[in-house]
């Protein structure tokens, strides 16, 4: 059985459609990547499965029942800009975030030292436990973004919501980011989304990569219609290289090949 569900989804703003007819079933523990070009619906449809959003029309299901509307301990969220409390340490932004997520208010004595013992389980966890005390702004990016992801374990949810999650970093930290994403999931036996810009990186981690897309196109009237996902690659064990992503799927946009792949994009 599908653990998410998303069937006949669409999604209009001020009767502009931004995404439409999103058909999709994951199993739990699976890695989906979501690339697409820019202002395609792939946040949109990221908040649709947080439940920020109601869809317009459609259903999706998360274990059978409808997405809870606080993510809680269902689901965890991380962005691209770091979204960590700069006026806290970084074990009270773990501190914060679990009461946060959990719902439980502000943690006073016994409680919230048992919550500090918890969150440098968590710091140990995410190799930050040697700046525990530290404040954000002294930690670099990458850090910042781990501290980031730990934020949104602490609740321990079952699914983790990444948008772009790496998009601000420089190419090295990405790398360790990446390996640092791969054991955590191996540990948590999570299922993950994740927004990429970068399709190496969505067949890197993904076990699949789902390709957002306007199938129907109006000239007189491009916001008539909405994208879906028009390809669902199956990257498990590498899947296919993705630089032979075109022999695949010849009819991938060339503008979403030179966005998401330009070192594959032909001539313009
Ligand atoms: N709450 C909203 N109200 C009105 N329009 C919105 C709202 N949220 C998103 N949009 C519009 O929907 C479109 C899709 O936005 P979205 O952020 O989902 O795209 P995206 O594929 O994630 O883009 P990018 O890759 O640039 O981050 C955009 O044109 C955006 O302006």
Redo the contacts with the bound molecule.
């Keep these: 059985m599908s653990f998410v569900s998303v069937t006949d989804v669409w999604q209009s703003?001020?009767g502009?459609s931004?995404i439409e007819r999103v058909n999709l079933d994951v199993a739990e523990g699976e890695f989906v990547s979501i690339v697409?070009?820019?202002?395609?619906?792939?946040?949109?449809?990221l908040r649709l499965l947080l439940a920020d959003e109601r869809p317009t029309r459609g259903t999706i299901r998360i274990d059978g029942g409808a997405p809870a509307v606080e993510p809680g301990r269902e689901r965890g969220v991380v962005f691209q800009r770091y979204s960590v409390f700069p006026h806290m340490s970084v074990r009270d932004n773990i501190v914060a975030a679990e009461s946060f997520a959990t719902g439980l208010g502000r943690f006073f004595g016994a409680k919230l030292r048992a919550a500090r013992a918890r969150a440098d389980g968590t710091l140990d966890r995410i190799g930050l436990a040697h700046v525990a005390g530290n404040y954000p702004a002294t930690l670099s990016g990458g850090m910042q973004q781990r501290l980031a992801i730990g934020q949104a374990l602490t609740a321990r949810p079952r699914i983790l919501l990444l948008d772009?999650p790496f998009g601000a970093l420089d190419p090295g930290t990405r790398i360790a980011m990446h390996d640092f994403l791969t054991e955590l999931r191996a540990e948590t036996a999570m299922t993950v989304f994740m927004?990429t810009?970068d399709l190496s990186e969505g067949f890197k981690l993904g076990d699949r990569v789902l390709v957002?897309d306007k199938p129907r196109w109006d000239p007189d009237y491009p916001e008539k219609f909405g994208a879906t996902i028009t390809y669902d690659f199956d990257a498990r064990d590498g899947g296919i290289p993705y630089q032979r992503i075109l022999e695949k799927a010849p009819g991938l946009a060339p503008d979403i090949v030179s966005d998401i792949a330009p070192d594959i994009a032909g001539p313009a």
């Design positions: 703003y001020d502009r931004i697409g070009a820019s202002g395609c619906g792939k946040s949109t449809f772009e927004v810009h957002f």
